[in-house]
């Protein structure tokens, strides 16, 4: 396995890997199930960071080429000659535009990157999900949990009803009703987080390896995480300045005959944008007259810091056709992992018995504290507080934006939510070299293409405004305006006459 390479060169190291493997298995050189060098073996034999090595083998396996095995190895992909990279043409972007050549990475892999790199020392990090941590009520909890097991002592710590705890559904009820959502407790299962009730949705209204979903591209990576290991087909649908395309929707249903609809209305996660009423509206409109029922996700809809809320697609649901996922992890508390799911009472008995296969039941002790902490009275103070510091840390990371960025990026600011999403120019360096390059300056931030089921995006990020305090995320704005400007000095991307950068109000 010969590998030469050029310091000079305009390429990226790990893409200049990537190149030459690539050719070795095409050519026959290295056969099918051929063991690749271990990453930190061939890194020191060529010279470069591990990283770089990491990032070729990635490379080659999201183009099918390779395959990994924990704890053996990367082998060349079995019958490579007669594969293709995209098997099913669902998968192929389906508006214009090109999809990048291969996901450098894979969505399993950025949670478990983003991860690793919220606990690094002296990282600043802009790649996770999860909220501030100087913002989760610990005190309030502790007492919650304390009243909880002096109240009910050992039944806290038993076995609870697959359904979830009844006054917690029944308090989620009344929560529900002041959006105009009246659901009755029975219909509401409790999961263990938002991801739960949306992988028990999918579990029930899909079948492995022959369903079709329809998904928002960009998407919310967990839930390109869940199809892709239950090897459902993803049709991606783009998303505007408005929210959900409903125009290519309409037209694309009839052609893949999908078995449900996945979309986040408010505070869309990766973009931020808000779907207007009339999208919703229409969106409605298209899955009752096709019969494909609807999963929305309402994980960011308390995180609201201006304009007026917008009704939920379940609340001006007339046809029982939306099922609709939210949680606490995202506005509250993301440890104790309470989610819950509202699906019509047939449907509910089977997503019910697949929970209970699943899981048995979402811990008991948890439930009953939180329901403690929400009839506490303090659920409202914290969300107002949060809404202040959130909206104050969104402005803080754009007015650093506008300091610190090249002029060529563009991005819009989200009405609420937890996400600024920035688009750089396609004909300069990728979302992935700038990621390689701003390791250099200890940022990170989550690459655009694990959020798309197309393959696009190879040239956009998404940056979390919520998790680091203002000086902090200015700082970091600072370092990543850096990197990018030193990448862009030896890439130099053609910027359109007069072109402007896009900040607008969603």
């Not at 200015?474 to 910027?495: D, F, M, N, S, Y």
């Amino acid at each position: 396995m010969s590998i030469q390479l050029s310091r000079q060169a305009d390429k990226p190291l790990y893409l200049q890997v990537a190149d030459q493997l690539r050719g070795q298995i095409e050519r026959g050189e290295l056969p099918p199930h051929t063991r690749l060098q271990a990453s930190r073996t061939l890194a020191k034999k060529l010279n470069v960071n591990r990283i770089t090595v990491v990032n070729a083998y990635a490379e080659l396996e999201a183009e099918g080429l390779v395959v990994s095995r924990v704890g053996s190895g990367t082998f060349v992909a079995p019958d490579v000659s007669d594969s293709t990279p995209l098997e099913n043409a669902a998968t192929l972007p389906l508006w214009p535009g090109s999809a990048a050549p291969g996901q450098v990475w894979s969505p399993n892999r950025m949670v478990a990157e983003m991860t690793r790199l919220a606990h690094m020392p002296g990282v600043i990090s802009f790649a996770g999900g999860a909220p501030a941590d100087e913002f989760l009520p610990v005190n309030e909890f502790r007492r919650a949990l304390n009243e909880v097991l002096r109240r009910d002592g050992s039944q806290a710590l038993q076995y609870e009803q697959v359904t979830g705890y009844p006054p917690l559904r029944e308090t989620i009820a009344r929560y529900l009703s002041h959006q105009n959502i009246q659901v009755k407790s029975d219909n509401i299962l409790i999961t263990a987080g938002c991801q739960q009730a949306l992988d028990m949705a999918l579990r029930v209204l899909t079948q492995n390896g022959t369903s079709v979903l329809m998904v928002e591209d960009p998407c919310y990576l967990g839930l390109l995480d869940i199809i892709n290991y239950r090897r459902i087909t993803p049709v991606a649908i783009p998303v505007d300045e408005h929210g959900l395309r409903v125009d290519w929707l309409e037209q694309l249903i009839p052609r893949y005959r999908p078995q449900l609809i996945y979309v986040t209305p408010s505070f869309h996660n990766p973009t931020g944008v808000t779907m207007s009423l009339e999208r919703r509206r229409a969106l409605l409109e298209i899955a009752i007259r096709s019969g494909v029922p609807i999963l929305e996700d309402t994980s960011y809809d308390g995180l609201r810091y201006e304009g007026d809320p917008l009704p939920s697609l379940k609340s001006l649901d007339t046809a029982d056709i939306v099922l609709q996922a939210g949680g606490f992890s995202k506005i509250l508390v993301p440890g104790i992992r309470i989610g819950y799911l509202i699906a019509p009472r047939l449907l509910l008995e089977r997503i019910i018995a697949t929970k209970q296969t699943a899981d048995i039941f979402t811990s008991s002790l948890n439930q009953r504290a939180l329901h403690a902490y929400l009839q506490s009275g303090h659920f409202a103070e914290h969300l107002q507080q949060v809404r202040q510091a959130y909206r104050a840390r969104r402005d803080a990371m754009l007015v650093a934006m506008e300091q610190h960025f090249p002029a060529e990026a563009c991005w819009r600011c989200p009405r609420g939510g937890m996400y600024i999403w920035i688009e750089m120019p396609s004909d300069g360096p990728t979302a992935t070299d700038l990621y390689l390059a701003a390791n250099n300056y200890s940022i990170a931030f989550a690459i655009g293409a694990v959020f798309s089921a197309s393959g696009s995006f190879s040239h956009a990020m998404r940056l979390n405004f919520v998790a680091n305090p203002p000086a902090q995320i200015e700082e970091g704005i600072r370092r990543l305006g850096k990197a990018w400007k030193e990448l862009l000095a030896r890439h130099p991307a053609t910027v359109v006459p007069g072109q402007q950068r896009a900040v607008h109000i969603l």
